[in-house]
């Protein structure tokens, strides 16, 4: 059919080696779930294509313009190259494009703006040349627009202010010239703009003083204004300059450019290519069984707000370099204000605790916060040896900010270091060792036990060191053959559920030393076994030293999985509530022995079919009494509505009277 032969096209222009996409068979089926990063709607056409971070080295195939129910594409964090397709403007159903942080070349073409429903235009850190088209103003779904990193030269159209639906626009680090059109300033949802290291000259307007902190502008050769910090006041040169550059009234320029005759046949054609029910968005939201398109298209919505504008600074390798290279610009042609301004607070933390073996010396901290923190902190060289270096055969995991390696220390214990880079931690740096803190201090039998960690500002990343856990993941234990000797005994399943909850209920409970906490990313593959068969749950408070955004790539993974609890769409937060039904979903994989949950399983956990909901891996091995106890148990934290799930402690309750009861 037409979607598989371009998923084989696709796969062999952007994985010419086969050593990423092997699982994209010609006789595969697409929508079985067996093609890695690919996701299909409930009409079995392709929603979504997830390969951010798979170290991708091709081209992108212009067949992608074939998959016309694609609504999310995220190519992000690989070395793809090439021109970015024209044929990509086909894609009238796609909210999500994300292709920053590769080696794209060539210009943007203006064919992008067919693609009418964009909500999130990610193309930073690459190497775009040409000119911003104009007729991107006419995409007027878009809420975020980065453009930053690239060559890209010309002045800024100014038809970018008919984005009235646009909240971070992001142009920094180009070679722009030219004003600032005051058509931007009018955009109302507008909350961060930068436009910094560019070359914009003129005045800017008045009112962009409305974004305060959310406006970056410096290092730009003649930008002038009054009530701006560290601008000179205009003169009437530049007054005229503006004058002259004024931009053209912008209904006139969506006319002229973002209808053109041509494209109509195009867009209309993909209408009716694409018509509802084929690609349809489902109406409702079910419960944990869900689509991954359609949750994250639905997610995207509800928090786009807060997801794209700094995912340019989540890469691995290359952000170190750009940091680096940032700097030293920075450093050589402006000012030092410009530069503190611009420096990571946490770079200037590993400076001034001396965390980086480069600094040492340099620790002057009187803080005792940050001298208690001492005690927990690595150095880099005993990081880099216990990894070998961070070597590939040391891989356990590459998450969307996050790489975990196991490592052996100088001890001889066995370690798994999570390594997270600089950027996607908390920018403040007061947060971040306030973070820290509440890190080290948390300890508990369920909680995996974090030893210390080291952040180098050399490698622009932070490393943190916890036990290892040598059973591995419980989704290693899900979905397995019963010849596979994985097959976990009813007993041991029980264990693990309870000793989640009495992680998460740890986590949750408020004491003199601990503030409650909400996890926000419990799934099977944050459960790690260790040779008691006893469950630790990985990466607990790490969310408070990652920046707002950092969260939102591992949402959607969770997501995909089912561990989302329904009211995150509408209310875009998470609570203990919320951690209350991921619990619930693993409950119920781990009574079913299934990561993946029909609707029939559902429903025959709903009518107490035991025999057709639990594993038949333990046969009849184990008790109706208790599994069907924590079947309900599953079913209530699982509840559509968070006021109807029992909290932790009660979950924890249930399972102890249980317990005292078998
Ligand atoms: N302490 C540990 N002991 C044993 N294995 C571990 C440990 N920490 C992590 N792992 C393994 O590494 C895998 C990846 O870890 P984790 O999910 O925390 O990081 P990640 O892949 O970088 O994803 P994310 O972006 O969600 O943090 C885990 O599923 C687990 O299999």
Redesign the pocket.
Known sequence: DTELRALMDIKSSLDPQNKVLKSWKNNGDPCSGSFVGVACNEHRKIANISLQGRNLAGKLSPAIGDLKCLSGIYLHYNSISGEIPKEIGKLNQLTDLYLNVNNFSGVVFPEISHMTNLQVLDLCCNSLTGKIPEQLGSLNKLSVLSLQYNLLNGSIPSSLGNLNMLKRLDLSYNRLSGPIPATIANIQPLQHLDVQNNSLSGAIPTSLKRLDAGFSYGNNTSLCGSGFRALRICTSFDNANVDVNTPRPFGSITKNHTTPAHDEPQNSNLQTDCTPPTCSKPKKIPQIFIVVAVITGSVTLATAGFLAFLRYRRQKQKIGSMVEASESRLSTDHTNEVHSKNASPLVSLAYSTGWDPLADGLNNSEDLCQLALQNFRYNLEEVESATQYFSEANL?????????YKGVLRDGSVV?I?SINVSSCQSEEAEFVRGLNLLVSLRHENL?GLRGFCCSRGRGECFFI?????K??L?KYLDVSDDSNLALDWSTRVNIIKGIAKGLCYLHEETANKPSLVHQ?ISA??I?IDNQFNP?I??SGLRKILADDTIF??LK?SAAMGYLAPEYITTGRFTKKSDVYAFGVIVLHIISGKQQLTNAMRSAAESCKLEDFVDHNIAEKFSTAEASKLVRLGLSCTHELPDERPNMEAVLQELNRRNSGS
Request: zero cysteines; glycine letters at 10%.
């Open positions: 356990l995991g590459r998450g969307n900010f996050s790489t975990v798994a999570k995996v916890y036990d290892f856990a040598p591995g993941n989704l990313n593959e944050k790690v630790l990985l990466d790539s591992a993974m």
